[in-house]
């Protein structure tokens, strides 16, 4: 049995449910990768589960939106002050940050200062906006494990220490979906509604898609829709929407997306991580997306990419269409289904660009990955 001066201790902070999932699937590797190791920190309840002691729950500062930051403001400095004086009083051997920027980059600096060594876990969107973020992340982060192909020359232009370590989607089942033996739809297409995992999303974009969708059948009568219903969505929320926005052949489901998708030709999607499930499971979609005015037009100054979709980041050029605000409108998004559907030439040329995403996203393994990265810094800092 090791004594406690070999066990590795690990501090390890994520903010959101997205990093509590990522931050359990890492636990589980730092443990398989490095004996014993203590982790404890910020997170949830699948941190929890995985074998971290979750001193603070993430949802006590996970915010969206201005003005849910401004009523968070004082949970997340005590938040804050406690994973300070964690980090001083139990001087670990590594930080974890998971994602959430604004709050881990702050305890970056904390910990650079500590002599403590800094791994981040899923990078800042920095190549999409506020790029100059990235003269912080040198000066406090000792290495970066990236899961998008196009991080990783961003961060060595830049002189950071990176490593692109694949998607995380590769190791949930969306990963395991075989490589799509892809054909034209038959005369009774089938297309998937999906509206985001978000109350704002759903409630403003489900809408716009069920009118597309019935503009859709009105030229195609047979065609037939499966609609998503996230977990964090009410079922209650989508039956009203539904109920407003009636449409014929349509089926509300809350299985998992890699299932849903297996069931149909085409997606109307959400911009988000979702483009890339149906990139991976190698359907043909359609990216909506729109917010506030406001939103827009700040977005249109601060960011700096030619498009919004993930999926045609990966791939360096539109192979998807992304309408966004006014062009996220029924009749144009129904109008531009209706050619894919038609045309068969365009429907494969899309199946096979998604393949090549597919590739881009990298091996399954991630998190084995981080771990061994986790391990190197542990056991010499100028491993890189």
Known sequence: MPSPEQIKTVVMVAGEASGDAHGA???????????????????????????????????????????????????????????????????????????????????????????????????????????????????????????????????????????FVGHPLMDSPTGCVPVRKCAPPGPSPVVALLAGSRDREVGTLLPIMLETARHLQEKIPSLRLLVSCASSIDPLMIDDIMARHPVNNVEVTNQAVCDLLARCDLAIVASGTVTLETAICGIPMIIVYTVSPVSYWLGRALIDVEHIGLVNLIAEKRIMPELIQKDASPEIISETALEILSDPHRYMQMCESLLSVRQKLGAPGASHQVAQIAKALMDDRDAF
């Not at 400095?77 to 604004?102: E, N, T, V």
């Not at 800042?124 to 790029?131: E, G, K, M």
């Not at 990235?134 to 060595?156: C, G």
């Open 25 to 163: 699937h890492l636990v589980q590797a730092l443990q398989a990768c490095c004996g014993p190791v203590f982790v404890c920190g910020m997170g949830g309840p699948r941190m929890r589960d995985a074998g971290a002691k979750v001193l603070i729950d993430a949802r006590e500062v996970a915010v969206v939106g201005i003005t849910e930051a401004i009523s968070k403001a004082p949970q997340v400095l005590k938040s804050m002050s406690r994973l300070k004086k964690l980090l001083a009083g139990l001087k670990p051997d590594l930080l974890i940050l998971i994602d959430f920027p604004d709050f881990n980059l702050h305890l970056a600096a904390v910990a650079k200062k500590l002599e403590i060594p800094v791994l981040y876990y899923i990078s800042p969107q920095i190549w999409a906006w506020r790029a100059g973020r990235v003269k912080k992340i040198k000066a406090r982060v000792d290495h970066m494990a990236v899961i998008l192909p196009f991080e990783a020359s961003f961060y060595q232009q830049h002189d950071v220490p990176v490593t």
